[in-house]
Every structure is written in C-alpha cells, then in structure tokens.
C-alpha cells in the first residue's frame, strides 16, 4: 500500500523521524490511518486529507472530550490544513474484537459504554452545530435517495419526507438543551483501555442533540449482533443512572428508526457509488432493528408510509437482495 505524499516529511516535523509506519485497514470515509513506532514510543497517524475530509473538527471535539474529562486520545501533533493527525496510541483493543474473544465479557462492557454516556449526558452540550430538523430529514432521505432505487422501488419521498417531520416534532422539542452526540458510538469506535477505562474514537462529526441517539447506536449497532435483551438489560442500566423523561423510550424508538434508515441508505450508497460491497451484508441487521422501531406506535406515520411504498416480499428478506 503506497503511503501519502508529506506523511514523512509530517513525522518528521512532528519530532518522529525515521518512525515505522504500519497502514491500517480504512473505514467507510476517505480517511486513513496508519501505526507509528520510534523506539519505545508509538502513536496512530491520521490522514484526512483536504478537500474530502477536513481534521479540525476531530480536533476540536477532542479537545472537549478531554476538557470534561471523557478519554479521547491526546494529539501529539497536527497539521489541519495538510490533513495530518498524530495521536496517541490506544492500542488494538477494540470492544468489538474483544468481545468477539470474550463474549462472557459482553454485558460488562456494554454497562460501562453505558456509563460513558451518562457521564457525557450529566454535562452541558458542547459548543457544537444542532441536531436540528433539517439535518435529521436529510439524514433520513437517504433511504429514498439510495436505497429505494437499487431495489427497484418508486417511492414517495415528499410522503416519506412528511411522515418523518411529523414523527420527529415532538422529539425536537423533547431534546432541548441537548447533550453532546458523538453520533458514531458503537463498538468498533470504543477502544477497551488499561485499569477497565474505554477510549472514544470517530467522534469529528459530534453535534448538540438528544441523549438517546447515542444509545440507540450503541444498541442497535449495524456491525454486531446486539441481541433485543441485551438491549433492554442495557436501556434499563441507562435509566436507572439519568433522569430520562417519560417518553424517553418514545424518543429512542423515533431515532432507531431514524438512523437505521439513514444507514441502509448509506450502506447501499457505499456501494453502488463507492464500490464497497462489504456493507451491503449489514443491511439485514440494520433492517430488523428498524422493524422493531417501526413497531412503536411514536413511529405510525412512518410506519404507515413503509406498509405502502416497500413490498413485503423486500421487508421479509431483511431489505432485500443488492448487487
């Protein structure tokens, strides 16, 4: 794998010449990540390069994490308008792999991902964009935008478009002040860290929103099996700790629907545009996790939209068959 023009150069700036660098496996976006080692010391390199990907915001909510005391990696050194990240190294526990090893580990660990939020929810939001209106629409669309086509189906989207802003009135009015939302908080973005601490990674999209998006990527998670028990267990762990309001669960069924239509939208735009393939076997999880969502009665205009614009035969194969 050939490295990017100014990754040495970066190092060398930063005090890591003559480093090893290790390339590791990318992810859905156009950054890439790479292990650095110089002696006893290592550290992971981020490349996010202009114009497709800008740095500044990871910074930014990095350095907020850290200032209200959430574990996300120090920056050893940057280079915002190259695209250049050094941060520290947390080394290659993730909670997904661990648990893949571990599975007698599983409730432990999804309790204290779950104390991770509600330390990050006893604080103010910080001073990031809203989760607003126009942005969960737009998310949503998605599913129309992508989705819909690959398998064939003429849908409505100013119907769909409708059902959603009638779901999500009550929910914009309910999140009001808001907490900080990582919006990518699941497994695979959870590093297991020494002493039983966990550190937060993927965080550059964070926004001010409602606390139950982030559980709702935590426990319906489109990587891994999270089982509807472990869900409830997990949610029951969470409101035992918060002052969640009485129509909390509402809430979170409105976002479990919300996001997981934004994701087959995505995965099937990654790849029919992107050509990445991989994601499209996620679909069937992401799918029967929405089902449940669509199940309570907060969801029914959308529900109802659903019953009319996508066939049975789509929804009884867990989203259908892409190619």
Known sequence: MSLPNGLHAFL????????????????????????????DRKAMLMHAPPPHEDPAPFLKVGAWLREHGLRAPETHAEDAAQGWVLIEDFGDD????????HPADEDAAYRTAIDVL?????KPAGPFPPYDMPTYLRE?????????PVVGIDA???????????????????????????????????????????????YQDALAGHPAYDLVSLLQDAR????????????????????????????????????????VGIFARLAKRDGKPRYLG??????????????????????????????????????????
């Open 282 to 323: 996620m679909i069937p999880r992401v799918w029967e996790a929405m089902e449940r969502d669509l199940a309570h009665p907060a969801l029914a205009p959308v529900a109802a939209w659903f019953d009319a614009n996508v066939p049975q035969e789509i929804r009884a194969a867990h989203g259908g068959e892409l190619s």
């Open 156 to 202: 409505d989207a100013a119907g769909f478009e409708a059902a959603w802003r009638e779901v999500l009135v009550p929910l914009e009015a309910n999140q009001a002040p808001g907490v900080t939302v990582l919006r990518d908080y699941h497994a695979e973005n959870i590093m297991l860290l020494s002493g039983g601490k966990q550190g937060l990674i993927d």
């Open 94 to 101: 993730r909670m997904r792999d661990w648990l893949d090893d």
């Open 140 to 148: 949503a669309m998605l599913f129309t935008e992508w989705y819909c």
């Open 224 to 263: 891994r099996d999270v089982s509807p028990e472990l869900e409830a267990r997990m949610m029951q762990h969470y409101l035992a700790n918060t002052d969640a309001a009485d129509d909390f669960m509402a809430d979170y069924a409105r976002l479990g629907a919300q996001r997981n239509a934004k994701i």
């Open 118 to 122: 509600v330390e990050l929810h006893r």
């Open 12 to 39: 060398d700036s930063a005090g890591w010449a003559d480093s090893s660098v290790d390339p590791l496996p990318g992810d859905a976006s156009f950054r890439r990540y790479f292990r650095i080692a110089n002696g």
